[in-house]
C-alpha cells in the first residue's frame, strides 16, 4: 500500500555516504579481482577478498535500506518512503543477495574460475549487474534533484561522479579480454611494431573497447550538466583503479597516462563548453578528448618501453581511429541538439 505523498530526495550528505560507502563495496570487488588474476591456486568461496567484497555490500545495503526505514517511521508507505533515484538499488540489493547464494553453490559443485571464464559465469553477471544498480544510486539521486543547478560544483557532484566511476569499473573488469589500460609500455610498443600476429589485433581491439567504457559515461553526463573542473579527472583516477588491481599495478605509468588523459579532457570541457544545447562543442570534445586521450597512451607506452613503434602507420593512426570513433559515440548520443 502506498501512502501517496510525492517521493522525496535525500540530502547531498547522504549521497556522499552512499557513494563512499560503494566505494568499499567497489575496493572489495578489485580486491577479488586481484586474487583471482594473480594467484594460482582459489579453492574456496569463503576467502578474505570475499569478506572484503561482500562487507562492502552489507554496509551499503543496510545504508540504503535505513534510508527507506525513516520515512516508514515518518508515515510514508510504499514507494512514497523510498527515496527519489533508491528504488533501482533497493530493489537490486536480495537480487545481489540471491546471485551471491547461487555464486557460492556454484563454486562449491563446480570450483572456483581463475581464467576468462569468471567473466561469463552466469553468476557473476548477475551480480555485476545488481551491482551496478546499487553504485549509481547517487547518479539517480543526483539526476533531477532540485538543488543541482546546470553548473553543479565538483562537490555537490562528486557522489554521482564516484557511483558512476564506479560503475564504470565493473564494465572495466568484463570486458578484461579488451581492456587496453591492462597493457604495459613494452606491449604496446610491440603490438604496434608488427603488422602480422595477433597482439596488433588484440590491441587495435583493446582500445576501441576501452575507448568507449572510458567515453561514454562523460559524454552521458555532459547531456545533462555542464561539468565542473576535474569531473572527468576523477572518473579516469577511479576507472584505473580495476585495471590496476588486476595487473597488481605493474603498468602504473599507462595508468596514469589515463588520468592524464582525465585532465586533458577537463581542460577541452572548460575550453570548448559542450553541452546538449552545443552540438558542435559536444561532437567536437567526444573526438578531441579520444584522440588526445590514445595518443597519451602511446607517448606514455613508447617513453615506458624506450622507443616508438616501428610501424608509423599503426602508432599515427590508431589514435585517430579513437577519435573517429569519440566523434562517431558524440552523434550516436547527440544527434541533435537540444533546446535550452
Not at 564504470?168 to 570486458?175: D, E, H, N, P
Not at 610498443?189 to 590491441?203: I, K
Request: overall charge neutral; cysteine-free; aromatic content about 12%.
Amino acid at each position: 500500500m502506498d501512502s501517496g505523498e510525492p517521493r522525496t530526495w535525500v540530502s547531498a550528505r547522504t549521497d556522499l555516504v552512499t557513494a563512499l560507502l560503494g566505494v568499499w563495496f567497489g575496493i572489495g570487488l578489485m580486491i577479488d579481482a586481484w586474487a583471482h588474476s594473480n594467484l594460482a591456486e582459489l579453492e574456496t568461496f569463503f576467502t578474505p577478498w570475499h569478506a572484503a567484497f561482500y562487507s562492502g555490500f552489507a554496509a551499503v545495503s543496510g545504508w540504503i535500506i535505513w534510508q527507506v526505514w525513516r520515512n516508514v517511521r515518518a508515515g510514508r508507505q510504499g514507494l512514497a518512503a523510498v527515496p527519489t533515484g533508491y528504488l533501482a538499488g533497493l530493489v537490486a540489493i536480495p537480487a545481489f543477495a540471491a546471485f551471491g547464494f547461487v555464486d557460492m553453490m556454484w563454486h562449491t559443485f563446480l570450483g572456483i574460475e581463475t581464467t576468462i571464464d569468471i567473466l561469463f559465469s552466469p553468476s557473476h553477471l548477475g551480480l555485476i549487474s545488481t551491482m551496478l544498480l546499487i553504485l549509481t544510486t547517487p547518479l539517480r539521486s543526483a539526476w533531477h534533484a532540485p538543488d543541482i543547478a546546470e553548473r553543479p560544483s565538483l562537490g555537490r557532484l562528486f557522489p554521482a561522479l564516484l557511483g558512476l566511476a564506479l560503475a564504470g569499473t565493473l564494465v572495466s573488469l568484463f570486458v578484461s579480454y579488451g581492456n587496453a589500460m591492462q597493457w604495459e609500455g613494452r606491449g604496446v610498443v610491440a603490438a604496434l611494431s608488427e603488422m602480422e600476429g595477433p597482439r596488433t589485433g588484440d590491441l587495435a581491439s583493446s582500445i576501441l573497447i576501452t575507448n568507449a567504457v572510458l567515453l561514454l559515461p562523460v559524454l552521458f553526463l555532459l547531456r545533462r550538466w555542464r561539468l565542473p573542473f576535474g569531473s572527468v579527472t576523477v572518473m579516469y583516477l577511479v576507472g584505473v583503479l580495476m585495471p590496476g588491481a588486476q595487473t597488481a599495478f605493474d603498468n602504473v605509468p599507462i595508468l596514469l597516462g589515463f588520468v592524464a588523459g582525465g585532465l586533458v579532457s577537463d581542460l577541452l570541457i572548460r575550453w570548448l563548453n559542450p553541452s546538449a544545447e552545443r552540438r558542435g562543442a559536444y561532437w567536437a570534445f567526444a573526438g578531441l578528448s579520444a584522440f588526445v586521450t590514445w595518443s597519451l597512451y602511446i607517448l606514455v607506452a613508447s617513453v615506458s618501453a624506450g622507443s616508438l613503434p616501428a610501424v608509423p602507420e599503426l602508432w599515427t593512426g590508431a589514435p585517430i581511429v579513437a577519435g573517429l570513433i569519440g566523434l562517431a559515440l558524440g552523434a550516436l548520443l547527440l544527434p541533435n541538439a537540444q533546446r535550452a
